[in-house]
């Protein structure tokens, strides 16, 4: 009976938030480039997509969630940020790691060069997303010994994500090699609709913000 | 035709410093590397070479008649 | 048909030819952006400043001379100051030389004397002998330096460049075009140019200058050396230095398939980091590709592979090359066994990939050669400044120069020694630079009449002002489609030089004064492009005068080797009239004072 109504949510998450960028990451004429350049953009990128796609993994999604069973969602979000934070907290050293196979500027002299570069914008929104982020997972990770209270806590875990996507979505947008105007207006489009939902829940729905007991 | 693209770019400014022939200029406004005069392009590589984020694509064509001695 | 129909008809031809390729080059140009002439003035004339800077010893140019120049004065006691036109280590020849010669005498196959004997013998007597033998002296000294700052560590050269002279807080001026060597009182007061970034002009008091502005060529398609135009050699000569050696050609050759893409046409050497050989005497770069091509056609293989060809460019005994010889080339120099032709040499431009390649592809297979890749330079060190001594002086006190820029003869008019060149520019900058170290102590800083500063601004920035003219672009397309036929530059006959120099002359006289630029970065392609026009006639007017075929200098019309009358290097000078006058100085003389 539970069974029936059980909606395909990882099947469509993962189609939503990895299979389409990728696809189109593959088909569209981006400069060719070395299989270890490819996977490294690939990785950051789809750790990227994976954060947007916390949202989707929450009681804010409403629609697909339905029948399923939350703990077992929420123990997906918890799996992907403590996976793909990581990621995103390395993608600044990952860039330069091709350079040890090939001539060129000294790895640790590009890393020197991309840290103390100021002059752009999008470094330094990419360098606050990446404070938000890490403070979101450091949160995340001690959030017993924090000893908030739940609601306290979970409106945190949604400023802090709200404000993250934003600013990594304006990094990735600015700065992004692959992001073209078809993956910038995917991206927003996703991390509207996930910060849409998240507000609309906070907001609409005064009374499910103690969420649970 | 040259240096084809830069995707990617972070407006450090290393590419525009280390090009001996002038190709590449930062955007005041979005202060991006951009390629400014691309027919003096001598397919030298330095500029990508230089680049700690790998932005730029060059290609082996020029962009402009190349005169040669025979041909 | 008479002489004189004759003549008629191969200069008529020549104009043919030579619009002939201006014009297919401007054809295949069709569809491109090429705006001549039609952009705005982007920039506001009155919105330039100008800074003075004083010091001791000015040196321009940031490559391997440059380098040496700017640390050795400064450790001999002087202020000095850096001004280059790129970035310290990453302009001109210098950030694509991988191979750096070393002689030491422990290990060296040869002494000394034998080693300056060889590099002359190949040379056929066209080297001075005092700069082969001091490049050889100092090479170790200078190249464990390099060592020391991390040279040998990195395929680009910035960072390692950059730790003696921030070590010794040398104040380094970058992307500052010098357009004006100033003089007076009849010794060198400074320097003047242009910042390619901004609006201003920069005023460098001097009391000596060191020039290591390297070499130059007509921004040729195939070898990286667009951004050098001779621009130290020809304000030198304005000034009323010497300048020799303006009829040796390098004979390096590119590739049919994408000619201009010099990266690719040196099969990765430019990746690499630099490296170390030793002592391997050649006679190559000369013209036995271009004799080839000339008498066969295309396709051809350049370089050693072309003695199948009769007659041609003579080879000293003992420096001819046999097929079997051939095979995978001595890439980093240091190498035994195999003589390729002379890739990883100092500037790392060997012959181009037919001959790179493992074996080395038959000819007319894989990509056939294309000729001209460094068209408007000399075999290194060969034309630049006269010296009047060991030192690297010029006739002018307080000036001098060293590396490319300095017309020592060090390698002769053919490349000799595998490597030198880095070592040269190397050594040459530290002896210069410890001279003008000297100089400076003797004599106080000039002050510049003000009259004289607002004369050369007025010509620095003459082509912004100009409301209509003609673009650096377009006349340099003009000059290559003139100069680079290997017809003219390279087998080189009587009328057709004398063809080409009535159209260089008609550049000099109506297009030089009316180059138009509308930014910075073509205020730069004008001065640059009025330094190749100048360039251009010296190289016709010396060929010309030279009548015997030597080393890279080749005529059809006085093939052979004129022991009686060409024991001589041609020194270039502006008489008293303004006019370009020639002089020969014999080889084994200082030129006259």
Known sequence: ?213 | MAIKSIDGCIGCGECVKSCPTDVIRLDPKTKKAVITYPEDCQICHLCRMNCPVDAITIDPTKSIPVVVSWG | MSENEKKGLSRRQFLGLATGVVGAAALTGLGMKIRWNTKEREIDLDTFTSEETGTDVLVIGGGMAGLFASVKAHDAGAKVHLVSKGRLGSSGQTPFAKGIFVYDEKTASVTLDEFTDLVSKSAINTNNPVYTRQMAIHSKERVNELRDWGFFESPLYHKAFSKPINERNIPVSERIMITHLIKENGRIAGAAGFSIDEAKIHIFKAKSVILCTGAGGFKPNGFPICDLTHDGSIMAYKIGAKITGKEWNDGHSGSQDNPAACYDGWHGMFDRTPSVNGVEVHHDLGMDANYSAYILGNPVSSGPGSQMVEGGPYVPDGFTREMEEMGPPAIDGDQKGPKGPPPGDEDGRGAPPQNNDEGGAPPGMASAASGGASAGMAIHKSEGIVPINEKGESNIPGLYAAGDALGSHMAGGIYTQVGSSLAGSAVQGAIAAEAAAEYVKTVSLQSIPSSSVSAIKEEILAPLKRESGYTPAWVTQTLQGIMIPNFVLYIKKENLMKAALAYIEELRDHHMPMLRASNLHELRLAHETGNMIISAEMKLRASLMRTESRCSHYRLDYPDVDYDNWQAWINIYKGSDGQMKLEKQAFDAWPAQ
């Open chain 1, 1 to 213: 009976m539970e069974t029936r109504n059980k909606r395909p949510y990882l099947l469509i998450g993962v189609a939503v938030y990895l299979l389409i960028p990728l696809i189109y990451l593959l088909l569209a004429d981006f400069p060719e480039r070395t299989v270890l350049k490819n996977a490294i953009s690939f990785l950051t990128l789809g750790a990227y997509f994976l954060m947007l796609g916390q949202f989707y993994l929450t009681r804010i999604n409403k629609v697909t969630l339905q029948g399923n069973k939350f703990s077992s969602v929420i123990k997906k979000h918890k799996i992907i940020g403590y996976i793909f934070i990581p990621i995103l907290i390395l993608h600044p050293f990952l860039i330069v790691v091709p350079r040890f196979f090939e001539s060129g500027v000294d790895p640790s002299d590009a890393l020197k060069t991309i840290l103390t570069t100021y002059t752009s914008s999008g470094l330094i929104v990419g360098m606050v997303a990446m404070i938000l982020m890490i403070c979101l997972g450091i949160t995340s990770m001690f959030r017993a010994k924090l000893r908030l209270p739940y609601r306290t806590w979970r409106i945190t875990h949604g400023i802090l994500s709200i404000l993250f996507v934003i600013t990594a979505t304006w990094h990735a947008i600015d700065l992004g090699r692959h992001t073209d105007i078809v993956l910038s207006i995917y991206m927003i489009l996703l991390a509207a609709t996930g910060i849409f939902f998240l507000l609309k829940l906070y907001i609409m729905n005064p009374q499910n913000k103690g969420g649970r007991k």
